[in-house]
């Protein structure tokens, strides 16, 4: 049976905790400070943490890197009922496997420390195993910690050991194209190329040499030998980007590429077998694209084997931060800064935009950002204006006129239901904003 510490310092929740843990086949040792926690860590040897953010004598991040330091295999999982995504990010780069809310969801615990614990036995394991150092660059897919995307990386983990053709469906800006190398980068093909096509920027006169090479000579302007891009990809993955921008030409030749795998260059008589993946992108609905004629759809079934739906960045707002931390490290780099984060009127900001440019449009204004600062933390004055319009908008809407009722749905509303955002946003705590929706019938 495992064993779990868990520290928290409200008797009567650590003893419910406590009890359902048992029942669950766990055994539960607790502590109800940071003293008494850290006493017991260093007599016994526990197989996961469950610590409270908030302790009598000590901050809930500041006691996980202590016992980290001493037992940096054991998985700790934060409990807080102030959930935010600066305090989720922050926990999580200092060293937290998870961090679950309050009030508990049963079924959401039992699966954090399952998976928490998985993890552990992994590490635990390849540690056991000598094995060379891999040849796979360092990837630039950050995971998520929001319920979309953590049902996104599922799914990557899932398919990425296969050879399933896989359709990546997303808007622009989105990421399609880091997910489809982190797919790669966890299959078998990993050491072999990726080669990714942007299919909106090839002419249709030129697809069939692009994708299949041509020979000197075959066509005017073919002054050398070319390699078509499925002979690049040989062993490894083809990634097509918006390939519903090819012409109906140009599938035909795909589909029969991919049925038969052999090409021919144009000019050659000779056919080439190749063994590839196919990832493919897209941001159109291709199904109404094959309704209209405008896809085939023996082609669409064979690059949708399998689907994978990247959200829009503001249907994860929990993970704006992980990114802009992630971009803001990528451009310090680029840009040769040293700047450290964000002022948390820029957080603000950020979080109350809407980003219709998703990802890209962030990453471009952080590297804007850091150029423009001078100091430690990107400000409010090296952010454009037009972030400020928004924000104004969202400011205007709790105008002390408004009705009560229409504040908190408006709130709700502007923070994607996220309770603890909104609470902070009407400048209420949290179980005020409870006692006001249960008292004007907003409970989901």
């Known amino acids: 049976m495992k064993k779990i510490l868990l520290i928290e310092d409200d008797v009567a929740f650590c003893k419910m905790v406590s009890n359902f843990l048992s029942k669950n086949d766990y055994v539960v040792s607790t502590?109800?400070?940071?003293?008494?926690?850290?006493?017991?860590?260093?007599?016994?040897?526990?197989?996961?943490?469950?610590?409270?953010?908030?302790l009598p004598d000590s901050d809930g991040i500041d006691l996980m890197v202590e016992l980290k330091s001493k037992k940096p295999n054991v998985p700790v999982v934060l409990m807080t009922g102030y959930a935010d995504v600066t305090t989720a990010v922050k926990a999580m780069k200092k060293g937290a496997f998870d961090y679950i809310s309050k009030p508990f969801v049963p079924e959401e615990v039992l699966l954090v420390l399952s998976n928490a614990?998985?993890?552990?036995?992994?590490?635990?394991?390849?540690?056991?195993?000598?094995?060379?150092?891999?040849?796979?660059p360092k990837s630039n897919f950050v995971s998520g910690i929001s319920a979309v995307s953590k049902a996104m990386n599922n799914h990557i983990q899932l398919v990425s050991p296969t050879n399933l053709s896989v359709l990546i469906i997303g808007d622009s800006g989105t990421g399609k194209e880091v997910v489809a190398k982190e797919i790669h980068n966890l299959s078998q093909r990993k050491n072999a190329p990726f080669i990714a096509v942007d299919c909106g920027a090839i002419p249709k006169e030129l697809a069939t040499s692009e994708f299949f090479g041509h020979l000197k000579g075959s066509f005017t302007g073919a002054v050398?030998?070319?390699?078509?891009?499925?002979?690049?990809?040989?062993?490894?993955?083809?990634?097509?980007?918006?390939?519903?921008?090819?012409?109906?030409?140009?599938?035909?030749?795909?589909?029969?590429?991919?049925q038969e795998r052999k090409v021919k260059k144009i000019g050659s008589s000779t056919e080439v077998n190749v063994d590839i993946r196919v990832i493919a992108a897209t941001n159109e609905d291709l199904k109404e694209?094959?309704?209209?004629?405008?896809?085939?759809?023996?082609?669409?079934?064979?690059?949708?084997?399998?689907?994978?739906?990247?959200?829009?960045?503001?249907?994860?707002?929990?993970?704006?931060?992980?990114?802009?931390?992630?971009?803001?490290?990528?451009?310090?780099?680029?840009?040769?800064?040293?700047?450290?984060?964000?002022?948390?009127?820029?957080?603000?900001?950020?979080?109350?935009?809407?980003?219709?440019?998703?990802?890209?449009?962030?990453?471009?204004?952080i590297r804007r950002s850091t150029l423009l600062t001078q100091g430690n933390l990107i400000e409010k004055e090296v952010i454009?204006?037009?972030?400020?319009?928004?924000?104004?908008?969202?400011?205007?809407?709790?105008?002390?006129?408004?009705?009560?009722?229409?504040?908190?749905?408006?709130?709700?509303?502007l923070c994607n239901g996220n309770k603890s955002e909104a609470a902070k946003m009407l400048e209420i705590n949290r179980k005020t904003l409870y006692?006001?929706?249960?008292?004007?019938?907003?409970?989901?």
Not at 230 to 251: C, H, M, P, R
Not at 396 to 405: A, C, G, L, M, Q
């Open 224 to 258: 050398t030998d070319k390699i078509g891009h499925f002979e690049s990809a040989n062993g490894g993955t083809l990634f097509l980007d918006e390939v519903g921008n090819l012409s109906y030409e140009n599938q035909i030749q795909l589909l029969r590429a991919l």
């Open 31 to 54: 502590a109800f400070s940071a003293s008494e926690a850290k006493t017991l860590a260093n007599a016994s040897d526990f197989d996961l943490i469950m610590c409270d953010l908030r």
């Open 289 to 365: 694209a094959v309704k209209n004629g405008n896809f085939r759809e023996d082609l669409y079934h064979r690059l949708n084997e399998f689907s994978i739906n990247v959200p829009t960045l503001n249907d994860r707002k929990q993970d704006l931060l992980m990114y802009a931390d992630f971009f803001l490290e990528k451009a310090n780099e680029q840009l040769n800064k040293n700047v450290i984060g964000f002022s948390s009127e820029v957080i603000r900001i950020f979080q109350a935009y809407s980003w219709p440019g998703n990802l890209r449009e962030l990453q471009n204004i």
């Open 384 to 413: 454009p204006s037009d972030f400020f319009e928004v924000e104004n908008q969202s400011k205007s809407v709790f105008s002390k006129s408004e009705n009560e009722k229409e504040m908190i749905i408006k709130a709700l509303n």
């Open 117 to 136: 614990l998985s993890k552990k036995e992994e590490k635990t394991n390849s540690k056991l195993v000598s094995t060379p150092k891999s040849t796979v």
């Open 435 to 444: 006692n006001k929706l249960k008292l004007y019938q907003l409970e989901d």
